[in-house]
């Protein structure tokens, strides 16, 4: 999956958080100064094209809404993450953060406990 640019992901931060909309309402949600409408719609096209966002079209309007949750870009974030700089081993991105401190190893235990009694 495509690493989203930070204005495409705060735009797709509001069709997470909002749902379906048309470019009207989605510059809505902008504090002022808002982006220009063309240059909203042009990039929500964009998302659209990158398999992000679908549309309904309603007249001669279109109402957008996302193909991909906040968890799966999130995963896929991750996981693209862990190929890159952990030589696409997960062993060594969690290594990594126990030798960092950012996970403790009673942590981590009580991940494995997690995941052997299935609550993960």
């Known amino acids: 999956m495509k690493k ?5 992901k705060e735009i797709m931060e509001l ?12 510059l809505e949600h902008y504090d002022e100064p808002r982006p220009h409408f063309n240059t909203l719609s042009t990039m929500v096209r964009i ?3 990158h398999g992000f966002l679908a549309h309904k079209q309603y007249g001669n309007t279109y109402q957008y809404y996302p193909l991909v ?3 799966e870009y999130g995963r896929s974030s991750i996981a693209g993450v862990i190929k890159s700089y952990f030589d696409d081993s997960y062993l060594k991105a969690v290594s990594s953060f126990v030798t960092e401190e950012k996970i ?7 991940l494995i406990e997690e995941i052997e009694n299935g609550q993960n």
């Open 4 to 8: 989203l640019t930070n204005k495409e």
């Open 15 to 26: 069709y997470w958080q909002y749902g379906p909309m048309f470019v009207r309402e989605l």
């Open 47 to 49: 998302l659209e094209r």
């Open 69 to 71: 949750t906040e968890q």
């Open 104 to 110: 403790s190893v009673a942590e981590l235990r009580e």
